[in-house]
């Protein structure tokens, strides 16, 4: 099948490889000219693992192409997915003006029957704004040209989207049209060979299913963090609480682990963009309302825990953090709880020097460029060099089994804080180190 991808970012990347890989010819269309310009030199602008491999031989066998061109991708296209960004607005809902510029583009440039996918996740009635916006633009250019839209939200997770784009839990695709749902089911038939895992439903609800799966996500670590906090008051030990609760299968071991709060491009956008969508219908969303207020608080939990340490002022203190990105296995570091962190303690005066495997240049340029004294480490070791303690935030595999007396050599004070939960308090505390952790009383 001829595939246009329109969003050359994480989503559009990742799906345009993944349908090429299944031998689909695809051309990924971006407005960005110099990540196109990488990518058709072979430079992948994200990390994500096995990804590169796959967009190589793709790119080298022509079935992977790149252009700037909306126009020249639709020439061959049956299928047009739209994968752009759906950020925050102002006041909380998705900013739809990248969904819409590119519908505009489409109706443009369409000179035949096609099929539009919102795969960019986006508010419950925003395939008919879609349907709209194509329409005024082929009228405008006096056409009449057959089309479809339908919504085929995204389910991968960054760090492992190439294993969740090839083995699906689900594909949801809602559609009305019987002939765009056949093609889509053709689609993706090759993705759910082994059970049938193709979900059909109506736009809407296939709209609605993405917020809802992300804010029942987002609600499980909220709930948890709630708990963990509630733990270390009352002298509760959080990890066995979690375990406690996640063997009863309703439950689950999933999404239950306490930490120092959730970031990512998805769940704080998401749950936002829910919230407006209710209250926009008159619903007031009390649960889901308050998922991202817990969430806030919860990214400065770990500077709470400091300040009660080591005080309010902490001039003339160093610290060590490990991890940047909002989880393991990417660079990504949109709202990510590293950046709360960091600029609560250089706020307070503190100096700080960091390390992550994967994130740094990204922390470096964009999200923490306005604090150039931030000291980048080229390894985890040499950021605790003089620190006063340790603070670990995003639990790369790298951080799990560290060696304990090389952190207490490199610190001056033998002090972590772990806002992953990744260490046994009894292991640390034969060791005299002090280690505090996310939902555990310390007694010092
Ligand atoms: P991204 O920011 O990584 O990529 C978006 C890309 O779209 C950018 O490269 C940008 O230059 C490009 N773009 C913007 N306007 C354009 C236009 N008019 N024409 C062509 N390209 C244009 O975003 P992402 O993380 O891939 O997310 C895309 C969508 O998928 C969002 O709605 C997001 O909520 C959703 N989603 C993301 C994830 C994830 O893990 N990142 C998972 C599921 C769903």
């Known amino acids: 099948m001829n595939i246009a991808v329109i969003g050359t970012g994480y989503v559009g990347l990742v799906s345009g490889t993944c349908f090429a890989e299944m031998g689909n010819s695809v051309i990924c269309v971006d407005v960005d000219h110099q990540k196109i310009e990488k990518l058709k030199q072979g430079i992948i602008p994200i990390y994500e693992p096995g990804l590169e491999e796959m967009v190589l031989e793709n790119h080298k066998k022509g079935d992977l192409l790149f252009t700037t061109s909306l126009k020249e991708a639709l020439k061959s296209a049956e299928v047009a997915f739209i994968a752009v960004g759906t950020p925050m607005g102002e006041d909380g ?59 085929n939200p995204e389910f991968l ?29 053709e689609l993706y038939a090759p993705f ?24 029942m996500l987002a609600t499980k670590i909220s709930f948890m963090n709630e708990i963990s906090n509630i733990c270390e008051a009352t002298g509760a030990d959080v990890n066995d609480v979690r375990v406690g609760i996640g063997s009863d299968k309703r439950i689950g071991y999933s999404f239950i682990y306490p930490g120092c709060g959730y970031g990512g491009s998805c769940f704080p956008k998401d749950v936002k963009a829910l919230e407006k969508i209710a209250l926009e219908h008159g619903i007031t969303p009390r649960v889901i309302g308050a998922v991202e207020e817990v969430n806030r608080e919860q990214k400065k939990v770990l500077v709470r825990k400091i300040t009660a340490r080591f005080g309010e002022n902490l001039q003339g203190k ?127």
């Open 318 to 444: 160093s610290f060590g953090i490990w991890g940047l990105s909002f989880k393991p296995e990417t660079d990504d570091m949109r709202e990510a709880s590293s950046i709360v962190l960091i600029k609560e303690l250089l706020a307070r005066g503190a100096t700080i020097k960091a390390y992550d495997p994967k994130a740094m240049e990204e922390a470096r340029h964009f999200y923490l460029k306005e604090h150039p004294e931030i000291l980048y480490t080229s390894n985890k070791y040499d950021a605790l060099n003089g620190a006063s303690a340790m603070v670990l935030v995003t639990e790369w595999k790298e951080f799990r089994s560290p060696d304990f007396y090389e952190i207490k050599n490199r610190l001056l004070e033998p002090v972590i804080f772990d806002g992953r939960n990744q260490y046994k308090k009894e292991r640390l505390g034969e060791m005299g180190i002090e280690y505090h952790q996310i939902g555990v009383a310390i007694h010092r």
């Open 93 to 151: 809902s998705a900013d739809l003006q990248y969904v819409l510029a590119v519908a505009r583009e489409i109706g443009e440039g369409m000179d035949r029957y096609l099929v539009v996918v919102d795969k960019s996740t986006v508010p419950v009635g925003t395939a008919d704004l879609v349907k709209e916006t194509i329409l005024a633009a082929q009228k405008a250019r006096g056409v009449e040209i057959p089309f479809d839209v339908v919504s």
């Open 157 to 185: 997770k960054e760090g492992d989207a190439i294993n969740d784009f090839m083995k699906p839990d689900r594909v949801v695709v809602g559609a009305e049209s019987a002939r765009a749902m056949e093609k889509m089911r």
């Open 192 to 215: 759910t060979r082994s059970h049938d895992r193709f979900i059909a439903m109506g736009v809407r609800s296939a709209e609605m299913t993405k917020y809802a799966a992300n804010a």
